[in-house]
């Protein structure tokens, strides 16, 4: 029989907001565990080593808005030396040319033909609908004109969510994708503007090896992570749980910041279950590539492209070797290919033979990689990648939180909140959730 533990918190995951909050309830007298599943902490903020590359699961870049700075991050033990501050270089590719993003705010440079037409229906774009729920395609086609929604804002974000910008809020994405600006619009169909727009315009990236940086500061000190350690039921009435090795631990308060539906399923409460089921995402197949050869010219310094292609099966790719040149060797580059399905798809999609030979002849097809200079493949399948803020996700939310914190249980990060928010703001929700737990 195994034996019951007794903990004043556990925090579920071991993330970066995870990582914080137990942090922040630790240095504040309070005692407990983090429990993670996977064979490391760190959650989706690691880097995998292979020979002389390396690679983070996926592109994650530190955009700070609160903290000047690295070493302004609470709890996180870092030091500004350590990492470098870049101006954002990303690119979307419409019509064989690489535009700079976003594309909105360069319409100037786009093919002659192709740009004519989307000033044209800009100046024709339609009012928003007068009542009923607006989508984002509605937001996107008053915004900024039908041409450029249909070869560019549409897809793009179709293929980036896995789903039918019908179903999701135009209230609810306003805050990542805000309304046009006039005035950045007119400047860019006249000549591109000199500075790059938005909240990811400029973002930090470690000197030496990868994102991991971040994580591994904010675990120092932390002594009581369980690894391999993966909830399998929650009993809320009588705070306890159950994970999958047999291991039965008590708490007071429970931290959580694994997904959000998960989360409430594993409580084998039925209101939240039902609740559960209103919510959907995106998954995400990764795959990094280490390269044999230096990138093409066309691509020198661009640090992500947006592809809105519907033939291409990927939705972005970013070149690590462009932000950190100490993640490859000397004379290669690195990459990461991003391929979005649907949440409930991704255990059904054939990867190898499927998807990766796709992926490839597709980077063939840009000329952007020959197959024959990948050295090396390592892929990474983030089942939750992108919450879709759907209509009815802001009222169901509401009602989980407020179930789940009559049992003393808080999530907290991207996925516990159910939201798109930063790394920063994963920290932020961490802190604050303790902050008010003390």
């Given amino acids: 029989m195994q034996t019951s533990l007794k903990n004043k918190f556990v925090v579920l995951g071991a993330g970066i907001s995870g990582l914080t909050a137990a942090r922040a309830l630790k240095e504040a007298g309070q005692t407990g565990t983090i429990l993670e599943a996977c064979p490391a902490a760190g959650g989706l903020t690691r880097t995998i080593k292979v020979n002389e590359f390396c690679f983070d699961y996926t592109g994650h870049f530190l955009h700070l808005a609160r903290y000047d700075s690295p070493a302004d991050i609470p709890y996180a033990d870092l030091s500004n030396a350590d990492w470098e ?40 774009r339609p009012l928003l ?3 009923g729920g607006i989508t984002f395609k ?41 309304p046009p600006d006039e005035q950045l619009i007119r400047a860019g169909i006249e000549a591109a503007p000199s500075r790059a727009e938005g909240y990811n315009a400029t973002f930090w990236y470690p000197r030496r090896g990868g994102i991991e940086k971040l994580a591994e500061g904010l675990k120092n000190s932390l002594k009581d992570i369980q690894l391999l350690e993966e909830v399998a039921a929650i009993d809320v009435v009588n705070k ?3 994970t999958t090795s047999g291991r039965s631990l008590d708490w007071d308060v429970l931290l959580s910041s694994i997904p959000l539906p998960d989360l409430c399923r594993k409580t084998g409460d039925r209101e939240l279950s039902a609740l559960a089921d209103s919510l959907s995402h995106s998954s995400t197949i990764v795959f990094n590539l280490g390269v044999g050869a230096p990138l093409p010219e066309e691509l020198a310094g661009v640090h992500w492209v947006y592809v809105p292609d519907p033939s291409v099966p990927f939705y972005r790719v970013g070149f690590y070797s462009n932000i950190n040149r100490g993640m490859c060797p000397p004379g290669c580059s690195s990459l990461y290919v991003e391929v979005g399905v649907p949440g409930a798809e991704v255990e059904r999609v054939n990867i190898i033979d499927t ?5 490839i002849k597709a980077l063939a097809r840009l000329g952007w990689v020959q197959p024959e200079t990948i050295i090396c493949s390592v892929v990474h399948v ?34 516990g909140l159910w939201d798109y928010i930063s790394m920063e703001d994963s920290i932020i929700s961490a802190l604050e959730t303790a902050e008010k737990l003390l």
């Fill in 240 to 242: 306890k749980l159950q």
């Fill in 355 to 359: 998807v990766q030979p796709a992926v």
């Fill in 85 to 124: 501050l870049l101006e954002r270089k990303s690119c979307c590719c419409v019509a064989g040319h690489l535009i700079t993003a976003p594309v909105q705010y360069h319409i100037g440079q786009l093919p002659p033909r192709l740009r004519s037409a989307c000033i044209e229906s800009y100046k024709a």
């Fill in 382 to 415: 983030i089942r939750c990648a992108y919450v879709h803020h759907t209509f009815e996700r802001e009222r169901v939310i509401e009602q989980i939180f407020k179930r789940l914190q009559s049992f003393n249980v808080y999530p907290i990060g991207r996925y």
């Fill in 138 to 178: 509605d937001y996107l086609l008053a915004g900024f004109g039908k041409k450029l929604a249909d070869i560019f804002l549409i897809p793009q974000n179709e293929k980036t969510l896995a789903t039918s910008l019908d179903h999701i809020s135009a209230n609810a994405v306003q805050r990542f994708f805000p």
């Fill in 129 to 131: 609908p007068a009542s």
